[in-house]
């Protein structure tokens, strides 16, 4: 093996918990960060052995990493390893220029800010603390502390919402111009407040959202964004002074590469293994306290696991799927009615699906797996 490239860090802790939020996450516990900080470094020193000498990603994900505490934040920061892009997810509110300064000066080139909307009554029904004011803010002070490449997340389909409150949404962030959007579906998730309390009603509008889904893409290719997964968009070369602004370290999840994560309930995939650590706060600390591993949930994701993955994930990529390697879980039959169909194109590095493909890229995916 030569190690993962790879790394994930996950930091618990929220000022409170939003309702439609499956995450592992825990609300407040300022007492406990410090303390948390020091078990995800020992973790790390445990699992280095892991990770290849050079890294080519890290990612702070929560929870809201910029809700730890600001000395345990940049602890951490500074114990990381080089890497070509390290980014840390934010919550506006949380943006402060102090926080801002801290990000920088800890070599964070990349930071993910959690708008959803721009539109209070939805942040409302979304349980979001954060007002449009603070994406604003936290933006500007971003840039101003010198981080250059800032990705903004916007949900639709918010029950309560109207095309209009969309097609503002999206005029905003094109106004900010930020490097990168991720733009998502709202999910009514098992098990949470969220879809106890609106989950018939996000089944009902199901049918709209198609057209969410394209006004979300005609809005932000025209501004000139690259569409290139399903979900996401970043800023065209010829717009970004010849920069790739894609997110790097979720390419290597979507072409299925190698990743290490750290941190309660983080899950690594690592030579064809996968685990889980136990989403237990209190068992992730006492086990590092003692020096040994938290426990884990493991399963062995060898065989056609990783292809059946690298088939689902890959085709959500604007760039081709290269077949040589997984022709057993491929229904090559399939695959050929669907070119008919003019959902899918073969070319020479592989297969991608076209514009009408992407749109019903689930079913299309479907389809082509064996």
């Excluded at 407040?28 to 470094?41: I, N, P, Q, S, T």
């Excluded at 890497?83 to 840390?88: G, I, Q, R, S």
């Excluded at 800032?150 to 490097?179: F, K, M, N, Q």
């Excluded at 072409?255 to 309660?264: A, N, P, Q, S, Y």
Aim: charged share 25%; glycine share 10%.
């Amino acid at each position: 093996m030569n190690g993962a490239r790879h790394l994930y860090l996950h930091l618990p802790f929220c000022s409170s918990r939003c309702g439609y939020c499956d995450f592992v996450t825990v609300v407040g516990r300022r007492a406990d960060h410090a303390r948390y900080v020091d078990a995800v470094l020992q973790e790390l020193a445990l699992e280095r052995a892991l990770l290849a000498p050079a890294i080519d990603t890290i990612y702070l994900g929560g929870g809201t990493p910029t809700f730890t505490e600001p000395a345990a934040l940049d602890q951490l920061l500074r114990a990381l390893p080089d890497c070509d892009e390290l980014t840390v997810e934010a919550n506006p509110e949380t943006v402060t220029p102090e926080l801002a300064a801290l990000l920088a000066r800890n070599r964070v080139d990349r930071v993910s800010i959690g708008a959803q909307s721009f539109h209070t009554r939805l942040l409302d029904v979304l349980e979001r603390q954060a007002t449009p004011e603070d994406v604003r803010r936290a933006v500007h002070r971003l840039r101003d502390a010198g981080i250059g490449n800032i990705s903004i997340d916007l949900i639709y389909g918010i029950p309560g919402e109207e095309p209009a409150d969309l097609a503002r949404d999206l005029a905003e962030i094109v106004e900010l111009a930020p490097e990168h959007v991720s733009a998502y579906e709202l999910e009514a998730k098992p098990g949470t407040r969220f879809t106890h309390a609106h989950g018939d009603e996000l089944t009902q509008q199901a049918e709209a959202l198609e057209g969410s889904f394209e006004a979300v893409v005609d809005a932000l290719t025209g501004a000139g964004y690259r569409w290139y997964e399903t979900a996401n968009f970043c800023l065209a070369k010829e717009r970004a002074g010849g920069r790739d602004l894609r997110a790097r370290h979720n390419l290597g999840y979507w072409r299925g590469e190698d990743f290490l994560g750290i941190g309660v309930g983080a899950v690594s995939t690592i030579d064809n293994r996968r685990w889980r650590n136990a989403p237990s706060l209190a068992r992730y600390m006492a086990a590092l306290a003692e020096g040994r591993r938290p426990p884990r949930d493991v399963e062995d994701v060898g065989g056609s696991v990783r292809g059946v993955e690298r088939v689902m994930l890959g085709l959500r990529l604007d760039e081709p799927l290269q077949l040589s390697d997984l022709g057993s879980v491929v229904d090559g039959g399939e695959l050929e009615r669907l070119e008919r169909l003019g959902l899918v194109v073969r070319t020479e590095d592989g297969v991608v699906l076209t514009r009408r493909g992407r749109f019903v890229g689930g079913a299309v995916t479907a389809r082509v797996i064996a």
